[in-house]
């Protein structure tokens, strides 16, 4: 569920402006047990009019920033809450982005983060790679190669018969092992009113959701979420095996649900809110989401692209 907050009233906007804060800026949030990792886009900071994008500021979506000015070398951003605002303050040093987050009003020092220009990859899915050696992520009997989010001992999955399966109050859960370019296939039976993710290198999630028959949206099953649509729902029922096939080259991205694809080289702009590292020009691993209710995956595998 989502909660939509109501915007207070806005600080003033500054004098334009410095350009050097537009673009895509990929985040890093040092904070325990894990490093945050955000996105934001920035246009127009050489204009009084500013505008910008997050990801991910609250409810795991992207955010139009509500509030934002620009001065020379320093940027400030945020949104009203009922419990005060949200406010990311940022200077520019050395093409960097040197900031804090705090919460106003709550008694906690504030966040320190950093941000530097999301990567151009130049990786494009133009039919010149080639398949390396499938690799199996599922064991036949135990979490082998799996290792928990955040957390010291992964909570709530089990593996049974090749089908590993959370309760849907385990963790999130990683893969030892890492991928640049690859295709995934997986099947998935979620339960109803269930939802989960595959977040491929850990960045970007493909959703899983129970929304048989509904209309699709960026939210929906097999959506990149938050960002690419699907061109149509291609969800089975609850309680059935459901297949995705996902091949993820540089930026492009392309999911095949129960054999209808939904999403055609979609240019995948940034960071979703399951990003676990803001690296984004480095392999990363897959990501499984195990605490947004019952879900079973099996016959998970990995096929690196390979030139």
Partial sequence: MRTAWILLTAWPLLAAGDARFNGRWDITGYREPRNAAWWVEITGAETDKPQGKFVTAFGGDMNVIQEISVKPGELQFGWARPNGRMVFKARFVDGKLEGTFENEGQNRPPMKWVAVRAPVIPDKDDGTWREGKPVALIHAKDLGGWVADGATEIRGWSVADGVMATTGKGNN???????????????????????????????????????????????????????????????KPAGEWQTYDVRLVGRQVTVVLNGKTIIDKGEVEGLTAIAIDSNEAEPGPIYLQGDHGPVEFRNLTVTPLVK
């Fill in 173 to 235: 859960i990683i893969s030892e092992a890492k991928f640049w370019n690859f295709k995934l296939h997986a099947e998935v039976k979620v339960a109803e009113h269930s939802n989960s993710g595959i977040g491929l290198r850990a960045r970007y999630e493909v959703q899983v959701f129970d929304d048989f028959g509904r209309p699709p949206n960026t939210h929906g099953n097999g959506a990149l979420y938050a960002r690419i649509l699907p061109s149509e729902n291609a969800s």
